[in-house]
């Protein structure tokens, strides 16, 4: 049994500062967890501990049969051994080091944007991205010395797109910064070329991630630095997002219509058209659910077993049906029309994809679709004003790389700083 | 016998919502197209039957002894039950000369008149007649011409034998008939369709008959009490098509993703009721801007649903974005695949724009009328309420 020290803070509200505690307690040594406990009663506790034994986890909580009584004292230290037993309070785990909290650390956020400069009016790419780097730097370095490094970023994704530019950065500063701090271990062995981190490492990526997220977006889904995370499929259902085990790498046409649009606008009129004509829309949503469903049953039958043209037909037909219900859904836009029409006249299905009303579309290239074809469409769709790439879906996550294995005109960008 | 001269019209058909929906149990709401057909019978003496459809180049000439011959030793003068005279027909199909190998549209004419013709006045002295048709309905197109045609046999050949009066009083220019005569009217119609089709509907004929719009559902007919008078383009893109082929796609594509194309015949069902409750409003209250553009979001939204279902096509994708070029929105009508598509014309939509549109759509190869829909059913004219270049065609015979 090891022994505790348990200091405990006695706060009237739930503003509790890492730093203020710090400011009272001096200092937190290493391996310090804190513990913020909502009791039954009218305070709320604040317990701080450092324990002799790193082996201590949450799944372990320590009964404190003093907190209930403890009503009046502000603060106080004591040393005592306690037992293990089970606490029937809510805990919610804070650590010093490893802020894997769903919030933000407001405080952190204010004075970073005091520094960069950011007000109200001007949140532009470069403060966000800005913010959303020292955010995440100052929270993993931030309780040491902080190191001095140099960080550079290309990206092949265009900016504003929909298409999850900001959660790629983020999710990309977070598992170098992870991993050049020691939290999390550097995959990369020898003679790989590429590694990819463990489950549980991936998972504290996505959290740091996610926090990045917030200070761009503010409200993020989640599902961006998800998929920048484990890469794949992820099914996302109300809130809940679950990676699909194994998805085939499928070629696609991505093709940018560059006419802008707001994804708020448009969500909003698709909701005034459901309330308009709900017998008319709730059926064309369910159907829309069971593409999707048919689409990830098919997909990972193409995993299982050989597969075929039926396969590519029905991925094909799903595309074909689904647009068809964006443009009922009233989101969609002549230019989608013309990506549509152009692709088809070469025999290749199209939707548009994320928000609509302009944006992005996706074309599907079957296997045998040759690269004459390829080249000839992307042409087409550049003919009309649009930009394109080739390129694939549900390829892997976030991973490190070895410098050969880094395209060389990327290398080069790279190194230039 | 000498009988009533008389001059009809019926119009053809165009559905408004629910093709293909309607054949899995989905609500459909046809409409009374207002390209018509015109019947001219004019009682002669000189002992001859005489038919002139020049529409199809089909001009024949009976003399009523001929035809006496074959009356059928039973059957009466009203033969008003669902099922045809089998033995009628027969003896018709041979005295046409009507083997399996040629049912054209010339023959099914033909043995369509006389098959009416000879059920009507049958029991009796035949009467010598002249009958001409013209229609300004396309033949084949699944606009109801060959239904529009029945009609108006049916209600000249009832009326001319006073089974049914004469509406029309002196003054008058066009009269329609009482509601038990229609009965009677599309009852023999019908006939005249399974004649031609084998296994129709009724909707064709009962829209023919009662003109306005229908609302169909599971084999029931029920004409609809007040509809506003809605301007339209009517195009035929001149593809041709199989209704057979395209419903057994539809059919297909349900049972390969029933999860996904159910919820889209729903939607379908509810667009038609949706379609309809706005029709009703608008002759109720004053007619507004958001009514019409009630109406374009539920052309819209089915036009997407057919080709869902599977029964788009290339040149309908291109007469729906032609007219929405210039603000007018369109949907295929009938079985698609090809066929035909109504554009709706909004009251405030001026005729420079209809001819600019009528005009892009005829440089695309199509052909295209600027008519209307929820007109009337079968009518007698008086002679100066036919369009001069009808009754000129007519006049000739």
Redesign the interface.
């Known amino acids: 049994m090891s022994c505790y020290a348990i200091y405990i803070v006695f706060v009237t509200s739930l503003q509790l500062r890492l730093f203020t505690c710090c400011l009272l307690l001096g200092t937190p040594p290493e391996d310090t967890h804190f513990f913020f406990i909502n009791s039954k009663n009218y305070f709320t506790f604040f317990i701080l501990y450092y324990s002799y034994d790193s082996t201590l986890t949450i799944d372990h909580p320590t009964k404190i049969a003093l907190a209930v009584t403890l009503e009046t004292f502000t603060v106080f230290s004591f040393q005592l051994l306690l037992s293990v037993g089970d606490l029937t309070v809510d805990v919610f785990f804070l650590s010093g080091r490893r802020e894997e909290g769903k919030l933000l650390d407001a405080e952190l956020v204010r004075r970073l944007r005091e520094f960069v400069g950011v007000t109200n009016g001007n949140l532009d790419t470069r403060n966000m991205a800005t913010l959303s780097f020292l955010y995440i730097y100052m929270s993993i370095f931030g309780s040491g010395e902080l190191p001095s490094m140099t960080v550079s970023v290309w990206s092949e994704l265009p900016t504003g797109a929909g298409l999850g530019s900001s959660a790629a950065y983020s999710v990309c500063l977070s598992a170098a910064l992870l991993c050049a701090s020691g939290a999390i271990p550097a995959p990369l062995k020898e003679w790989d070329h590429t590694a990819r981190w463990c489950q549980e490492d991936l998972e504290l990526i996505n959290s740091w991630a996610f926090q990045g997220e917030m200070i761009i977006h503010g409200n993020p889904s989640g599902v961006d630095n998800a998929v920048g995370t484990w890469g794949g499929m992820l099914r996302f259902l109300a809130g809940k997002i679950i990676p699909l085990s194994r998805v085939p790498l499928l070629r696609i046409l991505l093709t940018n219509t560059k006419v802008p649009r707001s994804t708020k606008v448009l969500v909003a009129r698709v909701k005034d058209k459901i309330n308009k004509?709900p017998?008319?829309?709730i059926?064309?949503l369910?159907?829309v659910d069971?593409?999707s469903?048919?689409c990830e049953r098919v997909l990972s039958e193409m995993t299982c077993e050989p597969i075929t043209g039926e396969h590519y037909n029905i991925l094909e037909?799903?595309i074909?049906?689904n647009q068809?219900?964006l443009?009922?859904m009233g989101v969609g836009h002549p230019a989608l029309?013309t990506l549509c029409?152009v692709t088809l006249a070469r025999g290749l299905h199209s939707k548009l994809t994320g928000a609509g009303g302009g944006g992005c579309g996706i074309t599907l290239l079957r296997p045998e679709t040759d690269s004459f074809v390829v080249q000839s469409t992307a042409q087409d769709l550049r003919d009309c004003g649009f930009d394109c790439w080739e390129t694939s879906i549900g390829g892997p996550g976030v991973q490190q790389h070895s410098p050969v294995s880094v395209k060389e005109e990327v290398l080069e960008i790279l190194n230039k700083y």
Request: net charge negative; charged share 25%.
């Open positions: 004509f017998t008319i829309m059926p064309v369910d159907s069971a593409i469903c048919t037909e799903l074909d049906i068809h219900h443009n009922v029309d029409r």
